[in-house]
């Protein structure tokens, strides 16, 4: 090994590199344009519904539906954005707050997060929620305001906390004296309204906007148009944006990813220090994006989840040409009872499987065994060695990597 490197002024060496980008920033999901491609009708319905509040008058509560990518929280933003600054503009007061409930996932929270939007000091823990859902209303009914609060993952945070919060905050209006409040809701999931207690999808679903995915001639002109803003100019070959396009349309017309696969490519051409963004770095920088969006669903999965993947891959590691449902219950089974975990039913192990199948971790086939039954034939379909490192990382799972399963079905 060399001990002598020296890597004294290695930032200004790679300050050397000639940049592709102008604004890199314009291609995270996180920016709002100043015009959204193929997305007038929603905005118009979702100005027509919110419009209200520059009249002094109770907005309708909206739902928006739709897959990832399709454009809703850009939408919702955009508007909102636009609504605040024509109220500014004839002298009206209006406020609008956004909240990602993936993040903000807990009753608490949400309430914490929407009193300090409207001024007030809530700790992050510690206080009666009723306090804090009641400092929130004071604070709104402090004047005369219209008020919008978009709920972005909302299912996230019914799945989690419950339909209160959301009973809560659509009904406010009938404690406020001054202030009108309207929700918008978010959702990817087109049957999150059906999970909501009757009283909760009256009150939230006074409308709903559903939001189609893009087709991959719409995510071209999406991708053109932040292209011209995001790189230099004849830095990419001109089938590029067509490409990104094309991919991320095969994923139900997703923009984030079409969006992700721009930038990542100008990310892999500028690192390799090219002048141009080639066909090569879409493909690199569509593997690395796949890669990554694997390992971060393995790594969210709830521990019963990963015990039960980490258990097909000592299946798999010992090259086992067929695995079902059996093999691994056993293996799993085995597991549960080192880590301490309770032992699910194997009609629970079965969703379970099949949860994994549709996240594309796994590749499972029903098959019959006649008068057996049916089974799994189950084949791990994700790198094998880097889901062991990501699952072995869990503190709960420590305890496991040196487990050797029982040989009773591996023979």
């Not at 790679?14 to 007038?40: A, I, Q």
């Not at 519904?49 to 454009?71: D, F, M, V």
Request: glycine share 6%.
């Amino acid at each position: 090994m060399d001990f002598k490197t020296s890597f004294s002024g290695i930032f200004e060496s790679l300050m050397t590199r000639e940049p592709l980008f102008v604004s890199k920033e314009v291609l995270r999901h996180s920016y709002t344009p100043d015009e959204l491609p193929h997305r007038n009708k929603e905005i118009r319905q979702l100005a027509l519904i919110l419009s209200s509040a520059l009249r002094n008058e109770e907005s309708s509560n909206i739902l928006i539906y739709g897959k990832s990518g399709t454009g809703k929280t850009i939408v919702s933003r955009f508007v909102c954005k636009e609504l605040e600054r024509t109220a500014k503009k004839l002298g009206i007061p209006v406020k609008t707050a956004y909240i990602n409930c993936e993040i903000t996932d807990t009753q608490y929270r949400v309430l914490q997060n929407l009193a300090e939007c409207f001024g007030e000091n809530v700790p992050f823990t510690g206080w009666p929620t009723d306090k804090v859902y009641r400092t929130f209303v004071e604070s709104l009914d402090r004047e005369h305001q219209g008020v919008v609060i978009i709920l972005d993952e909302v299912d996230r945070l019914v799945q989690k906390s419950g339909d209160d919060i959301i009973y809560n905050l659509t009904r406010m209006n009938s404690e406020l004296k001054k202030a009108k409040v309207s929700i918008i809701g978010i959702s990817n999931d087109l049957k999150f309204r059906d999970y909501l207690d009757a009283r909760v999808q009256s009150s939230l679903s006074e409308e709903s906007v559903v939001f189609k995915p893009y087709d991959a001639r719409q995510l071209e002109d999406i991708l053109n148009q932040r292209a011209s803003l995001a790189f230099k100019p004849d830095v990419m070959d001109e089938y590029i944006v067509p490409l990104c396009s094309a991919l991320a349309a095969r994923e139900h017309g997703d923009a984030r990813k079409a969006l992700d696969l721009l930038r990542v490519s100008g990310e892999i051409a500028e690192r390799e220090s090219t002048t141009r963004i080639t066909e090569k770095h879409v493909r690199r920088a569509k593997d690395r994006i796949e890669a990554d969006s694997i390992v971060e669903a393995v790594r969210s999965l709830p521990t019963q989840s990963k015990v039960l993947l980490y258990s097909i891959i000592l299946l798999e590691e010992r090259k086992r040409r067929i695995i079902t449902t059996g093999d691994v219950y056993d293996i799993y089974s085995s597991l549960c009872r080192k880590t301490g975990l309770d032992i699910l039913t194997q009609r629970r192990i079965s969703d379970l499987l099949g949860e994994l199948d549709l996240m594309g971790i796994i590749d499972s086939t029903v098959v019959s065994k006649g008068r057996y039954g049916r089974t799994r034939q189950i084949h791990l379909v994700v790198p094998l060695v880097g889901i062991r490192i990501v699952l072995e990382d869990d503190i709960r799972l420590n305890g496991i990597t040196n487990f050797e399963p029982p040989q009773r079905r591996l023979g």
